[in-house]
């Protein structure tokens, strides 16, 4: 099995056989992240050079000493520094000419704009770009800071080749490395972590990396660095989005008299839908008979309460943005007539009680576009109109298309995607894969995922997330 998607950029580097000896590790800032990583990987094996240019953090480090309140930190970096394995400097091209691998650890606090100052990043850029340039051999830049994505390769990456006159993938590797590690129990979390993500464009860093991390982590994630990089953000927004909502529903709860710690210790124990990967996949809008309903009504029993919930409140803006952007992505290819794949809210059954896709058709229809729609579930001759009368307040569109909606259904799958300038597909039907596979002539705008990846197909799809 391939290890990961290798870079285009770098494809030409093949992989290296295994080192025997164990990477001596030079860590760039030593804050939190930075002196909680030399900690550890003293304690895999490692000789670790921490670097930083406040004099009081190298002393400490030197001495073996935590310069942060963290459990268990101040002994693992004691034992390094007994073992000999820990050593601080603030020479930073001395760390980087005495090491195989630099882990850049410094601060990217936010921009008077709003963004990502770059100014440390850049700093530290430099002073590893002169260290390569002293020493031969192939050196490993690994960039943990949360930084947006493209940064690594877009900020580190040139100055490190300018000032070394050295080519990333060739002369030296770069990676992304995010850090998962929870304040407090942070030696814990590193030994025990919940994945290892490597984002890298060659090879030879992966294999480096991957023996670095071989003992608390036999499996870690490869991918691109743009993806890691991401990764990062989206892990802390999506906790933030937790810790809100679980107040959030506190609040909603408090008024009713309801434990709201209880309801939350049972939503937690679902497993298999509420703390899983389930409905955490990028596509279309949720509908259905139950949550578009079911956020209306928690809105309007906050409401009545006197109760702000800003997040569970704009839940329906986000989904009503989400069906915007498909109607403008139709719009977009210009395109007169358009073929609907999956009409139902889902595949495999035939309820079209708040379906996304009718409030698209409805737009379209309104502006004089031909729609003929295909569903594995539903015919011309499939009863539409109790289902359609149950959500007259909740779906404008499907109230809209009412009575035209089954003259626009066809049984013929190949109708549909014959008379279309564009197809539109929301289901992952197998045979609407085979039918999109044929379709190299036009546009397919992929609501679903029909593909777990691309290169699957030839025809040119294009989803609201991809």
């Given at each position: 099995?391939?290890?990961?998607?290798?870079?285009?950029?770098?494809?030409?580097?093949?992989?290296?056989?295994?080192?025997?000896?164990?990477?001596?590790?030079?860590?760039?800032?030593?804050?939190?992240?930075?002196?909680?990583?030399?900690?550890?990987?003293?304690?895999?094996?490692?000789?670790?050079?921490?670097?930083?240019?406040?004099?009081?953090?190298?002393?400490?480090?030197?001495?073996?000493?935590?310069?942060?309140?963290?459990?268990?930190?101040?002994?693992?970096?004691?034992?390094?520094?007994?073992?000999?394995?820990?050593?601080?400097?603030?020479?930073?091209?001395?760390?980087?000419?005495?090491?195989?691998?630099?882990?850049?650890?410094?601060?990217?606090?936010?921009?008077?704009?709003?963004?990502?100052?770059?100014?440390?990043?850049?700093?530290?850029?430099?002073?590893?770009?002169?260290?390569?340039?002293?020493?031969?051999?192939?050196?490993?830049?690994?960039?943990?800071?949360?930084?947006?994505?493209?940064?690594?390769?877009?900020?580190?990456?040139?100055?490190?080749?300018?000032?070394?006159?050295?080519?990333?993938?060739?002369?030296?590797?770069?990676?992304?490395?995010?850090?998962?590690?929870?304040?407090?129990?942070?030696?814990?979390d590193f030994h025990n972590p919940p994945k290892t993500v490597i984002g890298t464009t060659d090879l030879r860093s992966a294999e480096i990396l991957r023996e670095i991390y071989a003992p608390v982590d036999p499996n870690p994630i490869f991918t691109t660095i743009e993806a890691a990089e991401m990764v990062k953000y989206v892990d802390n927004v999506w906790h933030a989005t937790k810790v809100c909502f679980a107040n959030e529903v506190g609040r909603l709860c408090k008024p009713s008299g309801v434990d709201s710690r209880e309801v939350m210790d049972i939503f937690t124990q679902d497993h298999k839908l509420n703390l899983s990967a389930y409905y955490l996949k990028p596509g279309f809008a949720y509908g259905g008979s139950c949550l578009p309903k079911e956020v209306r009504a928690v809105q309007h029993m906050a409401e009545a309460a006197g109760i702000d919930l800003p997040m569970i409140g704009n839940l329906e803006r986000s989904n009503r943005e989400h069906i915007d952007e498909a109607i403008r992505m139709i719009r977009a290819t210009g395109a007169r007539r358009v073929g609907i794949l999956g009409l139902a809210f889902k595949p495999g059954t035939d309820d079209l009680r708040e379906s996304p896709?009718?409030?698209?058709?409805?737009?379209?229809?309104?502006e004089g576009i031909a729609l003929r729609v295909h569903d594995q579930a539903i015919t011309p001759d499939t009863p539409l109109e109790g289902q359609l009368a149950y959500v007259r307040h909740g779906s404008t569109g499907g109230a809209a298309l009412a009575e035209k909606l089954p003259s626009l259904l066809r049984d013929d799958l190949n109708e549909v995607v014959e008379g279309a300038e564009v197809l539109v597909v929301t289901h992952a039907d197998p045979a609407y894969r085979k039918a999109v596979r044929r379709c190299h002539n036009r546009a397919v705008i992929d609501l679903v995922g029909l593909f777990d990846e691309r290169g699957q197909t030839e025809t040119r799809l294009e989803g609201i997330g991809w």
């Open positions: 099995m391939e290890l990961f998607k290798l870079d285009p950029r770098t494809a030409d580097i093949v992989a290296q056989p295994k080192t025997a000896a164990k990477s001596a590790i030079s860590v760039v800032g030593l804050g939190y992240v930075g002196a909680v990583s030399v900690a550890c990987l003293s304690s895999l094996g490692h000789r670790c050079v921490g670097v930083d240019v406040d004099p009081r953090k190298v002393e400490q480090i030197a001495a073996g000493e935590s310069p942060i309140h963290e459990k268990d930190l101040g002994e693992t970096l004691a034992a390094g520094v007994s073992a000999g394995l820990v050593e601080a400097t603030d020479d930073l091209e001395a760390a980087v000419w005495g090491t195989d691998v630099t882990f850049v650890s410094v601060g990217t606090p936010t921009a008077a704009d709003g963004g990502c100052d770059y100014r440390y990043i850049e700093a530290a850029a430099e002073g590893m770009a002169r260290g390569l340039r002293r020493k031969q051999g192939f050196h490993v830049f690994v960039m943990r800071c949360s930084i947006p994505p493209g940064t690594t390769l877009s900020v580190m990456a040139p100055i490190i080749e300018r000032i070394s006159g050295r080519k990333a993938g060739r002369d030296f590797g770069i990676c992304f490395n995010p850090e998962f590690l929870r304040e407090g129990v942070a030696i814990a896709i009718l409030e698209v058709m409805a737009a379209l229809h309104e």
